[in-house]
């Protein structure tokens, strides 16, 4: 294991030493700089953990170089080391960003605990910064990779709202096709930051919990809370919370949640305490909310309120170019997260993977790829390796049907194949499609306006 490398600077040779020996019985080698000018230099040349510095310098302050070191070399963590303490010195040495602040002479057992935070701190730091190249790597827009047109513009949409923290955006799409993905794309690039993203599955809470989960609780609010509870919004707080599958919430919830669209505020199950939700919301359905609002299952003024920034994932059969990019990407990770070698995809699996209607989307690829790297044992992979039936369409699906300008994978069962039932569902899939604007659904159509008054899609 390496040995942390520590830097001392001080103007005073006895003290300097003196420092130096009391480290290195410590089991701390250290480098030594008689002043601000020659730490500067040390540093340009050799990484460093910690620092101790004095503070009354005649060149450079100890504030002057910690400010240096703060410009030029970033979060390295800043132990003061002075003989004179005064509540002033500490004040402005920790205002500006001492990690502590030791006085001489300094007490050995003060020196090894203060020193060992200072470097636990400094390696909380490092492994922090790995975790956030890791995750802007997977959660941003450069990391959702594409050639389709369609979701190229998308994708430019949705990064001019990164800025607007305070405005809703509902993103729209399949099982499957990366909405939480896109959302996370969307949070990363405007806080910075991978943390304070929370993400709340609307369809997989009971009915009864799911208020709980959203704004929390406080003790004795209902039957089994002995304690208050935070709930998504507090935790989301100066981040993102992720309201995904928002068609499947309760309509009495739906009330309450929009009055935090609205006032930006709200209270804790059992409290009348309230809170500010300060935070960026993000909805996300892969359900007909224009449909289900003309059938009175979703609030008309909640849909009005998350529909301010609409955003349409185009299914992954409708951007079939799309596949061998994503195959790529996904083999790479995989290499990666198997640790094994994966050639690649043949000629005949690719072509396989081209003519297949993908009801799952990209979550469906790339479970399927995973699955078949692990089967073809280091050789490239074939369409024995997929499971995909190339003779025909998947189980369920009526197959692929062209409409208008429009290509669609139907999913009707045996007993529903009759031309109405298909027809209404071509009118629901482009009317959910074009985000409910039915003279942009019937030029994608090319059929008449008239044809959507007809349906239930129909407000």
């Known amino acids: 294991m390496a040995f942390p490398t520590i830097l001392i600077v001080d103007d005073d040779a006895v003290s300097l030493r003196t420092l130096e020996r009391r480290l290195e019985q410590l089991g701390f080698p250290a480098l030594c700089a008689s002043g601000g000018p020659q730490a500067l230099e040390l540093l340009r040349s050799t990484p460093v953990d910690l620092i101790l510095t004095d503070l009354l310098m005649p060149e450079m302050t100890g504030i002057q170089l910690m400010e240096r070191v703060r410009e030029e070399f970033g979060a390295i963590p800043i132990i003061v080391v002075t003989a004179h303490g005064s509540i002033e010195s500490v004040v402005e040495a920790m205002r500006h960003g001492a990690y502590d602040y030791l006085e001489k002479p300094c007490d050995p057992l003060h020196i090894r ?120 919004l507090g935790l989301a707080r100066g981040g993102t919370l992720l309201l995904d599958e928002i068609g499947d919430m309760p309509l009495t919830l739906q009330a309450k949640l929009l009055r935090v669209l609205q006032e930006r505020v709200f209270e804790k199950v059992g409290s009348n305490t309230p809170i500010p939700a300060n935070c960026r919301i993000i909805a996300a359905t892969n359900r007909n909310l224009v ?30 170019g799309d596949i061998p990019l994503l195959c790529d990407h996904i083999i790479a990770q995989l290499r990666s997260h198997l640790g094994k070698r994966i050639p690649g995809i043949s000629l005949k699996a690719m072509e396989v993977m081209q003519s297949y209607g993908w009801p799952g989307n990209v979550r469906e690829l790339r479970n399927r790829l995973e699955r078949a790297a692990i089967l073809s044992d280091g050789e490239l992979i074939r369409p024995s390796h997929l499971g995909i039936d190339a003779g025909g369409p998947p189980p369920g699906e009526v197959g692929a049907v062209k409409a208008g300008m429009v290509t669609y994978t139907l999913s009707l069962s045996e007993g529903e194949l009759s031309l109405e039932a298909l027809t209404e569902q071509i009118l629901g899939m482009t009317l959910q499609r074009c985000l409910g604007n039915k003279s942009k659904a019937a030029k994608l159509l090319k059929i008449g306006r008239k044809h959507f008054y007809r349906s239930s899609a129909e407000e």
């Open 113 to 232: 605990l203060s020193v060992q935070r200072a470097l636990d701190y400094h390696q909380v730091i490092r492994e922090n910064a790995q975790i956030r190249g890791l995750l802007r790597d997977q959660f941003t827009f450069q990391s959702i990779v594409t050639v389709d047109p369609e979701m190229k513009e998308l994708l430019e949409r949705a990064a001019k709202v990164t800025s607007a923290c305070q405005t809703t955006v509902i993103i729209y799409g399949e099982s499957g096709a990366g909405k939480e993905v896109l959302a996370r794309a969307i949070h990363f690039a405007g806080n910075g930051l991978p943390t304070g993203f929370v993400a709340l599955n609307c369809a997989a809470i009971p009915e009864h919990l799911l208020e709980s989960e959203l704004f929390g609780h406080v003790r004795g609010a209902f039957t089994g809370a002995d304690h208050d509870r935070e709930g998504k």
């Open 291 to 320: 449909e289900m609002v003309a059938t009175g299952l979703f609030r008309e003024d909640l849909y009005h309120r998350i529909n301010v920034f609409p955003l349409q994932i185009p299914p992954l059969r409708d951007r079939k």
